[in-house]
């Protein structure tokens, strides 16, 4: 793969009524490169009267031409945004790559095709919907009219930018509703890029706006507080989640969350450890372990455990650490100074708590600059380590063995997360048993990140709220209506 080191970062603007604009005070805060520490341009600084605008915008094109267009019209806007993300692939991977420190190739391997899909799939699931229709015997039939629910207010992760964003827009748009976004502040482009294309594919003026800035006290807090926004969607970690739901409570918004994860990977020793590993390797540490699905919490049955630890440190080592533009880089840096100051004081957690760290910890040798930090794996640690308990959200496991399937069963659902499992088995009965008491809202068996998007996402406990995910998807961005008519 050759990587287009040509692209150049951008100044990243507000995008309200279908028009890049600057924020009323002029104020900007900077973007900085991750893994060079270097600035790459200003990003619009915005707050509430942005937002207002932003508002106020869609609002009005919920009642403009956007409301009459036909669904075959609006499944045909979303084709073309897709399209156009596709067209764009090798730019979009650039500019993602910079405001991440993800290598450029994972970007245009996985990032942004799934961008360009999200829309694919929903242009096409929504004109596959029916309705719900009941005959009550000869008195009357009841059918279900659904509505868009309105302003949408969409606020996103930094991990997988534009993934992420065009997973909730794509659905948010096709059932017509219109939209303010907030781009995590670590990560504006790909989103500043998306209005764009969005314009480019035919939606009208004031459907999609997009307001840069922050969260307490900024844009994040004026989209949650505004009373004429009908709806929050919102990916991140639980303490912001609870925060958005305390400021939505006044206006009984409806709530759409994605939060965090602790999530166990249970491995039995009938599995076939050669696949377990090659698939383990992925799920620790993909995306520099910046992933709200990574298995971070492994349990290997005892029998099995030295020789999965021998094994998996073997192939974590050979794992290439540095610059996202060398197309032959596994791991990147981390997003930026504060999150990678955090996931290293876990790995000193971790050694307060009498871990073995069997490789990485520390700062890859000859990379003086950037946010790096060698994959790592732990051992050793009690149930109630930290490390154990919270997540970490970097490139960082910890390998655990067990005794019996009561017993890892009981370990895995010991936390306040509940966004997804990993389960390996050959033996069909366990499979099921085991799927069954895990409490996560994705249980995987003998694979990971297998995704079909038509399926239920989301998770329970402190990893969210509702699912997403084809005809869920279509609930949370549409009010239905039941009408009753009597024969």
């Known amino acids: 793969m050759t990587v287009d080191t040509k692209v150049k970062a951008i100044h990243c603007s507000h995008f309200i009524n279908g028009q890049y604009v600057d924020s009323q005070n002029k104020e900007t805060f900077d973007n900085v490169n991750p893994a060079t520490e270097e600035i790459l341009g200003k990003v619009a600084l915005g707050g509430k009267t942005e937002v207002d605008y932003a508002v ?143 314009k480019e594919a035919g939606v009208p003026d004031g459907v999609v706006n997009l307001v840069h800035g922050f969260g307490p006290n900024s844009a994040g807090s004026a989209i949650s507080e505004h009373p004429d926004v009908d709806a929050i969607s919102f990916i991140g970690e639980p303490g912001t989640g609870a925060a958005i739901m305390k400021a939505g409570a006044d206006n009984l918004k409806k709530l759409s969350f994605e939060l965090g994860g602790k999530n166990p990977n249970i491995i039995f020793g009938d599995a076939d450890l050669d696949e377990v590993i090659d698939t383990t390797i992925k799920s620790s540490f993909i995306n520099q372990g910046e992933v709200c699905l990574c298995g971070s919490r492994i349990y290997v049955e005892r029998h099995a455990f030295q020789e999965f630890l021998e094994k998996f440190v073997a192939r974590t080592k050979e794992l290439r650490v540095g610059d996202p533009n060398n197309p032959n880089t596994d791991v990147g840096a981390l997003v930026s100074k504060e999150h990678y100051d955090r996931v290293n004081r876990y790995v000193e957690i971790a050694k307060e708590d009498g871990g073995t760290i069997h490789t990485g910890g520390k700062r890859p040798e000859g990379i003086e600059k950037g946010y790096y930090l060698e994959p790592t794996i732990i051992t050793g640690l009690e149930r109630n380590s930290r490390c154990i308990k919270e997540e970490i959200f970097g490139p960082v496991v910890t390998i655990t063995p067990f005794d019996m399937e009561e017993e890892v069963i009981m370990q895995a659902n010991d936390t306040h997360y509940g966004l997804s499992a990993t389960l390996w088995t050959n033996d069909l009965r366990r499979a099921h048993r085991v799927s069954h008491q895990l409490e996560a809202g994705i249980i995987w068996v003998n694979t990971w990140f297998l995704r079909d998007l038509r399926t239920p996402f989301g998770g329970m406990k402190h990893s969210g709220i509702g699912r997403t995910g084809g005809m869920h998807s279509l609930d949370f961005y549409t009010e239905q209506s039941n009408i009753t008519i009597k024969l």
Request: glycine share 6%.
């Open 56 to 198: 106020a915008a869609a609002r009005r094109a919920l009642d403009g031409p956007w409301k009459k267009i036909t669904l075959q019209e609006r499944s045909k806007i979303l084709r073309r945004i897709g399209d156009l993300i596709v067209e764009r692939v090798d730019e979009l991977a650039q500019l993602e790559s910079m405001d991440t420190g993800k290598p450029v190739a994972l970007a245009k391997k996985i990032d942004i095709p799934r961008a360009a899909y999200n829309f694919h799939f929903f242009a096409d699931y929504i004109t596959s919907v029916g309705t719900d229709a009941y005959q009550q015997d000869d008195q009357a039939i009841h059918y279900a009219y659904r509505r868009p629910v309105g302003v949408v207010g969409i606020i996103k992760p930094w991990n997988l930018p534009l993934l992420l964003l065009t997973w909730k827009l794509a659905p948010c748009l096709g059932m017509g509703n219109t939209a303010v976004i907030k781009p995590a502040e670590w990560t504006p482009m790909t989103a500043t890029v998306l209005m764009e294309i969005c």
